[in-house]
């Protein structure tokens, strides 16, 4: 972190001149689309159940019928949903960085795909996605984006009958390596960092904003209508809606880039 004596104008002028800007994306970014952020998927029929007694390979061995179902339901729903301002404004920040001779690194812990349906290229799923499934018997994986529901819960492999889950992180699960890597390399090396819509509290992934926070030299901003437990370390808080915000500050560091990086 470093102290930013100016405002949001400075903060947008550093962003438009970074060398390597990383966004690391939580529910929040995904709630303007309808996707219930990961403590509200608990709406209506599964507000009974913790996330993270049906998020977890624990859940999954004791009732797989009843897990699947939960995330067959997440699954039909954000397909169901579209894109917003927020996901199309870091899909067009990464456009105008690489035309700039910039990087851009997205690391998302939602499992949606809503930032690759935004046009996002460079995405990291720190957490997976709803729209593959494997087979955990013989690890069989395929995309499963159907509108209507899978015909039964766990739904079979094609290959050994086996039972099938999302590939999505469960708690308790290790993270994809490959993500793990793209993210500690990218957060070693950046000098802007952007974290939207996420309560900052799950790891590994949280342990990345402790990193930018602490890295010299790094231009750190939130966007989050809460507070969250790190909010303080942040050059720029942005007390709003992702949907609102991310395509205000884009909008604003193209305008004073143009200027002649
Ligand atoms: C690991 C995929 C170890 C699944 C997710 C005890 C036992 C076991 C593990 C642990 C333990 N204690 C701690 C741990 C570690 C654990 C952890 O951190 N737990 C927390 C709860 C304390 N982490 C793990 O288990 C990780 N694995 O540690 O493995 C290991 C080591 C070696 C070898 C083997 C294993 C795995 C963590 C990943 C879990 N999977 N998701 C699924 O989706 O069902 S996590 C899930 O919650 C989401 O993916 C997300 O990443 C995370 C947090 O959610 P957020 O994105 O932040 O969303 P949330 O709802 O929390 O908050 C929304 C935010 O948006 C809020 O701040 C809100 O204010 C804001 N907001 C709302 N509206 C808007 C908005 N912002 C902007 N605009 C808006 N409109
Ligand atoms: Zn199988």
Not at 73 to 92: S, V
Not at 94 to 109: I, M, P, Y
Request: hydrophobic share 40%; glycine share 10%.
């Amino acid at each position: 972190m470093i102290g930013l004596m100016g405002t949001f104008d400075d903060f947008a002028s550093r962003l438009a001149g970074a060398r390597h800007v990383v966004a690391l994306a939580g529910a929040g970014v995904s709630a303007d689309s309808g996707v219930p952020t990961f403590r509200d998927a608990r709406s209506g029929l599964w507000a009974k159940y913790d996330p993270t007694e049906l998020a977890s390979p624990q859940a999954f061995a004791r009732d797989p019928q009843r897990v699947t179902q939960w995330y067959d339901h997440r699954r039909q729903l954000a397909l169901q949903c579209a894109p917003n301002g927020a996901h199309e404004a870091l899909a067009t920040l990464e456009h105008w960085l690489s035309e700039h001779g910039a990087r851009f690194t997205l690391l998302t812990q939602n499992v949606d795909r809503l930032h690759q349906r935004a046009g996002s290229q460079c995405v990291h799923e720190m957490h997976g996605t709803l729209l593959r499934w494997r087979c955990s018997a013989c690890g069989a994986e395929a995309l499963e984006t159907h509108p209507e529901p899978f015909a039964m819960h766990p739904p079979g492999c094609a290959r050994c009958g086996g039972p099938r889950r999302p590939c999505v992180v469960w708690f308790g699960e290790m993270l994809p390596a490959e993500a793990l890597r793209a993210a500690d390399a990218a957060v070693a090396d950046c000098d802007v960092f952007l974290s939207l819509g996420t309560s900052a509290v799950v790891y590994p992934v949280a342990g990345y904003i402790e990193r930018a926070l602490a890295r010299p030299g790094t231009l750190a901003g939130e966007i989050n209508p809460e507070p969250t437990p790190m909010s303080d370390g942040f050059d720029l808080v942005l007390r709003d809606r992702a949907a609102a915000a991310v395509p205000g500050l884009v909008q604003a560091a193209i305008e004073r880039g143009g200027n002649g990086r």
